[in-house]
Protein backbone atom coordinates (compact mmCIF):
# COMPACT_ATOMS: atom_id res chain seq x y z
CA UNK A 1 0.00 0.00 0.00
CA UNK A 2 3.25 2.43 0.55
CA UNK A 3 4.45 2.02 -2.63
CA UNK A 4 0.53 2.39 -4.30
CA UNK A 5 0.94 5.80 -2.46
CA UNK A 6 4.21 6.50 -3.29
CA UNK A 7 3.77 5.95 -7.05
CA UNK A 8 0.43 7.91 -6.87
CA UNK A 9 2.40 10.81 -5.43
CA UNK A 10 5.32 10.43 -8.22
CA UNK A 11 2.82 10.27 -11.23
CA UNK A 12 1.22 13.34 -9.82
CA UNK A 13 4.38 15.20 -9.71
CA UNK A 14 4.80 13.97 -13.32
CA UNK A 15 1.95 15.34 -13.94
CA UNK A 16 1.82 19.01 -13.84
CA UNK A 17 4.23 20.59 -16.75
CA UNK A 18 5.96 22.89 -13.90
CA UNK A 19 7.10 20.42 -12.06
CA UNK A 20 8.45 18.60 -15.00
CA UNK A 21 10.75 22.04 -15.75
CA UNK A 22 11.60 22.30 -12.44
CA UNK A 23 13.48 18.55 -12.91
CA UNK A 24 14.80 19.27 -16.04
CA UNK A 25 16.19 22.63 -14.39
CA UNK A 26 17.86 20.31 -11.80
CA UNK A 27 19.24 17.66 -13.86
CA UNK A 28 21.69 20.59 -14.28
CA UNK A 29 22.66 20.19 -10.36
CA UNK A 30 21.85 21.42 -6.83
CA UNK A 31 20.03 24.86 -6.94
CA UNK A 32 18.26 27.30 -4.82
CA UNK A 33 14.67 27.49 -4.99
CA UNK A 34 14.72 31.44 -5.71
CA UNK A 35 16.95 30.42 -8.71
CA UNK A 36 14.68 27.62 -10.17
CA UNK A 37 11.54 30.33 -9.62
CA UNK A 38 13.04 33.61 -11.19
CA UNK A 39 12.21 32.12 -14.85
CA UNK A 40 8.75 31.15 -13.61
CA UNK A 41 5.84 33.12 -14.55
CA UNK A 42 4.59 32.40 -11.33
CA UNK A 43 4.93 33.62 -7.67
CA UNK A 44 7.81 32.48 -5.12
CA UNK A 45 4.89 30.65 -3.19
CA UNK A 46 3.23 28.99 -6.19
CA UNK A 47 6.77 27.66 -7.07
CA UNK A 48 7.55 26.28 -3.37
CA UNK A 49 4.19 24.86 -3.70
CA UNK A 50 5.15 22.37 -6.58
CA UNK A 51 8.60 22.31 -4.64
CA UNK A 52 6.39 20.57 -1.62
CA UNK A 53 4.96 17.89 -4.38
CA UNK A 54 7.96 17.25 -5.86
CA UNK A 55 9.69 16.19 -2.18
CA UNK A 56 6.57 14.02 -1.06
CA UNK A 57 6.79 12.31 -4.07
CA UNK A 58 10.89 11.70 -3.41
CA UNK A 59 11.80 13.09 -6.85
CA UNK A 60 14.28 15.75 -5.26
CA UNK A 61 15.74 16.51 -1.74
CA UNK A 62 15.83 20.23 0.42
CA UNK A 63 18.85 20.80 2.11
CA UNK A 64 18.54 24.41 4.12
CA UNK A 65 21.88 25.64 4.03
CA UNK A 66 21.54 28.85 6.15
CA UNK A 67 18.78 31.34 4.72
CA UNK A 68 18.88 29.17 1.87
CA UNK A 69 17.00 26.46 0.51
CA UNK A 70 19.19 23.85 -1.64
CA UNK A 71 16.99 21.69 -3.92
CA UNK A 72 18.88 18.44 -6.04
CA UNK A 73 17.04 15.44 -7.74
CA UNK A 74 16.80 12.09 -6.06
CA UNK A 75 18.30 9.38 -8.44
CA UNK A 76 16.62 6.57 -6.67
CA UNK A 77 13.34 8.77 -6.98
CA UNK A 78 11.70 7.37 -10.29
CA UNK A 79 12.88 3.83 -9.22
CA UNK A 80 9.33 2.94 -8.67
CA UNK A 81 7.70 4.39 -11.77
CA UNK A 82 9.74 2.71 -13.91
CA UNK A 83 9.18 -0.13 -12.58
CA UNK A 84 5.48 -0.13 -12.39
CA UNK A 85 6.32 0.80 -16.36
CA UNK A 86 8.38 -2.08 -17.24
CA UNK A 87 5.85 -4.26 -15.40
CA UNK A 88 3.14 -3.46 -17.21
CA UNK A 89 4.82 -3.09 -20.77
CA UNK A 90 6.10 -6.51 -20.54
CA UNK A 91 3.82 -8.14 -22.03
CA UNK A 92 3.24 -5.77 -25.10
CA UNK A 93 5.66 -8.01 -27.47
CA UNK A 94 3.07 -11.32 -26.95
CA UNK A 95 -0.04 -9.20 -27.31
CA UNK A 96 1.36 -7.36 -30.33
CA UNK A 97 1.92 -10.81 -31.79
CA UNK A 98 -1.37 -11.88 -30.84
CA UNK A 99 -3.27 -8.96 -32.48
CA UNK A 100 -1.06 -8.77 -35.33
CA UNK A 101 -1.76 -12.83 -36.18
CA UNK A 102 -5.23 -12.17 -35.49
CA UNK A 103 -5.27 -9.50 -38.07
CA UNK A 104 -3.81 -11.79 -40.38
CA UNK A 105 -6.32 -14.35 -39.34
CA UNK A 106 -8.95 -11.31 -40.72
CA UNK A 107 -7.16 -10.80 -44.15
CA UNK A 108 -7.14 -14.33 -44.82
CA UNK A 109 -10.91 -14.60 -43.59
CA UNK A 110 -11.51 -11.33 -45.76
CA UNK A 111 -10.09 -12.88 -49.34
CA UNK A 112 -11.68 -15.82 -48.60
CA UNK A 113 -15.00 -14.73 -48.43
CA UNK A 114 -15.94 -16.05 -44.38
CA UNK A 115 -17.06 -13.59 -41.88
CA UNK A 116 -14.06 -12.44 -39.79
CA UNK A 117 -14.29 -15.00 -36.25
CA UNK A 118 -15.76 -18.00 -38.23
CA UNK A 119 -14.21 -20.92 -38.73
CA UNK A 120 -14.55 -22.73 -42.77
CA UNK A 121 -16.98 -24.35 -41.08
CA UNK A 122 -18.92 -21.26 -39.99
CA UNK A 123 -18.67 -21.76 -36.58
CA UNK A 124 -17.42 -19.06 -34.56
CA UNK A 125 -13.97 -19.21 -32.96
Partial sequence: ??????????????????RRALLVALRAGDARIID?????P??????????GVLEA???IRREVR???HWLSLR?????????WI??????WPASAD??????????????????SGTSPTGTAW
Fill in 1 to 18: MVEDELLDRTYAALADPT
Fill in 36 to 40: LARPL
Fill in 42 to 51: MSFAGVSRHV
Fill in 57 to 59: AGL
Fill in 66 to 68: GRE
Fill in 75 to 83: PDGLRLAQA
Fill in 86 to 91: AEQTAF
Fill in 98 to 115: ALAARLERSRQDDRSGRP
